[in-house]
Structure formats: C-alpha cells, structure tokens
C-alpha cells in the first residue's frame, strides 16, 4: 500500500549587443518576435488557479530544481508530495537556510515511495491520492508518463521539464519553440513525451532549459570551471573558445516553473528557459574566475579531433553554438531571470564551491593529455 510520510516563425533578426561585462565576452541577441496573447481554448481549457492551494505531485524532488522548486511551491501555501524511491533524505537543509525556515519547510513535506518504473504500483498509487497537480522533474520517457496521466483522469496540469537538447541542430539560431526537434537526440524521449502530452486530453506546460547551474548541481557545468581555477590550472577549452552558449540559473528555473502553475497562457505551451545573456567558451570561463575571486586565467585551446579521450569527456559543453530565445517567457508569462551570469555563479560559488562542497572530485586526466601535446615542442 503506499503512504505519504510528514514554427519557428519568420526567421526571426536579431543583433548581438555588448554585455555589461565585456570582458568575459558576455552577449545577449534580441529578437524581433513578438508573441501574441492567444484565446483560452473552451475544450480542456486550463482551470486550475494559482493563487488556490493545491495537492501537487512531484516526480523526482531531491536533488538540485526539486530542491529550489518544492520549497517555493510550499512557500506559497500548497501541499507537495515528492515520489521517490526513497534512496536520498527527503530534504536537505539549504546553506544559508535558517534552521527555523528548514523546520518549517521539513515538516510540511510528504513523501510516496515508490519506482515510478513500476507502472501498476504508479497508478494504484497516484489514484488513490488524487492530485491537482503533478510536476515531472526526472521523466525521461513517454512510457513513463502514461501511468501517471491513466491513474489522474481529473488532472487540472501536467507540469513537464523537458530540454532544449531536443532541438535540431541549425545555422540559424538562437532556437525558438517551434523550431524542428531531432528524433535522433539523446533527450529524444522528452521530445517524445512533449508529442504524447499534445495527443492526451490534458492540460500541460513543458519548460526546456539549456544549461542549469546554481547551488547543488549535480552535472559539472560551473563546478568543472571551479575546480581548474582552485587549483590554479590552465584551463583547456575546445577549438577557439568562441562557441556560444547559453546558461539559466535554477531558481530563476524554479521561479519560471511556479510561475506557469495555474497560468492560463501557459496552458498547452513549450517555453525555453535559461539565461538572458549568451557568453562564449572564453568568457564563461572568465566569468567563473570572476564568480570565485580568481586571478585571470589561462586559456589553452586545442583540436578535440587530435586527442583519444576514450569515454571521458574532457569538457562540460557541447562543442557548438547552442543557445535559445527565452523571448516567449517573458512575454506571456511576465517571467524574467533575475541573475546576471556573473551573479548567478557568484551565488553558486559562495553557496557551494566555495564551502568546500561539490559533486564530483576534480579529475585532470584529459587535462593532462592537452597540457603535454600543447607545452611540450613538437619537434
């Protein structure tokens, strides 16, 4: 028995304009797409209302978006249950958080235990409690979301976090929402459970973010930078470190996940979510420096296709341009990120990095690798 526990429009024109900190090549590209509120629709039109409280669901929860996300979500009054498997403490105290505030928090968060893989235990489960709610943070497939919208016939929202690593790679960027998906990608079972979403009677919103950093992240974005700078080590950086990229803080991803709850513009729509400003390879590395209070770094640029890595990857990033229009979000959603890049990593460092806390331990072999075909004299 389970138990709670206390189209890509007209090829939208845009200009690169100097950052604030130009000395780390930030940029940001302005579009001249403008979005249009739309009619709510009568059928299957979006009831739920955010200032109500509601009984929501959170697939996932425990690490990193869950963590800033289920804190504001209780903040604001409604009753969240996280589904897990139970293998990680429920919640984890925030560095910073007073312990009168975690208290508070803590005893106001329910849990389900559970494989969300185990279909049948899902949807016995999950009927049972009757959500309004749910926000998927970890699905990945679309088979993994059916059991959950069979057993919540009265779902008033499907909250959904998808990728913008399901967009097709292009020459014309940045990506827009209706840009074309790649059925090949890695994240192709996002882009999947975005179609399955569109084909069921339900009301949903899917957010796709690009790169997530912040406090607790558990990928190696800002902390691969973190670790090289602490060190005080050459950084190494693919081709001419002129890629650009795009990053989003998580709480301003928490913050826009909230933000759609009850949002009749957000009924049924795809929304990218990230940072307003776009940095080089370069420059993101300047920016961590500057985020840590390191000296300036040394760049050292080099051939991926000169090197045999074998499954390691010896650099947190795609090595591409990537970066996409949030022009939407703020538009019908009045969301707006509310951390610069050298704010945003700022916070991370001194909330994290910089306690003397990280995911994974530094590892410089493919530094390494780099280091002695670049310094030693080839001959």
Known sequence: MASLVAIQPKQPSFSVLQSSHSDFNGARLISSVQYKRKPCQPKSALCVTASSAKKILIMGGTRFIGVFLSRLLVKEGHQVTLFTRGKAPISQQLPGESDQDYADFSSKLLHLKGDRMDFDFVKSSLAAEGFDVVYDINGREANEVEPILDALPNLEQYIYCSSAGVYLKTDYLPHFEVDA?????????????????????????????????????????????????????????????????????????????????????????????????????????????????????????????????????????????????????????????????????????????GRGTFRKAADFSTDDLILEKKLVPQS
Not at 243 to 252: A, F, M, R, W
Not at 284 to 306: D, I, M, S
Request: hydrophobic fraction near 35%.
């Open 181 to 353: 998906g790649d059925p090949k990608s890695r994240h192709k079972g996002k882009l999947e459970t975005e179609s399955l979403l569109v084909s069921r009677d339900v009301n949903w919103t899917s957010l796709r973010p690009v790169y997530i950093y912040g406090p607790l992240n558990y990928n190696p974005v800002e902390e691969w930078f973190f670790h090289r700078l602490k060190a005080g080590r050459p950084i190494p950086i693919p081709n001419s470190g002129m890629q650009i990229t795009q990053l989003g803080h998580v709480k301003d991803l928490a913050k826009a996940f909230v933000q759609v709850l009850g949002n009749e513009k957000a009924s049924k729509q795809v929304f990218n979510i990230s940072g307003e400003k776009y940095v080089t390879f370069d420059g993101l590395a300047r920016a961590c420096a500057k985020a840590g209070g390191f000296p300036e770094p040394e760049l050292v640029h080099y051939n991926p296709k000169e090197f045999d890595f074998g499954k390691k990857k010896a650099f947190p990033f795609r090595d591409q341009h990537f970066f996409t229009s949030i022009e939407k979000a703020k538009a019908l959603l009045g969301w707006k990120p509310e951390f610069d890049l050298v704010e945003g990593l700022t916070d991370s460092y001194n909330l994290d990095f």
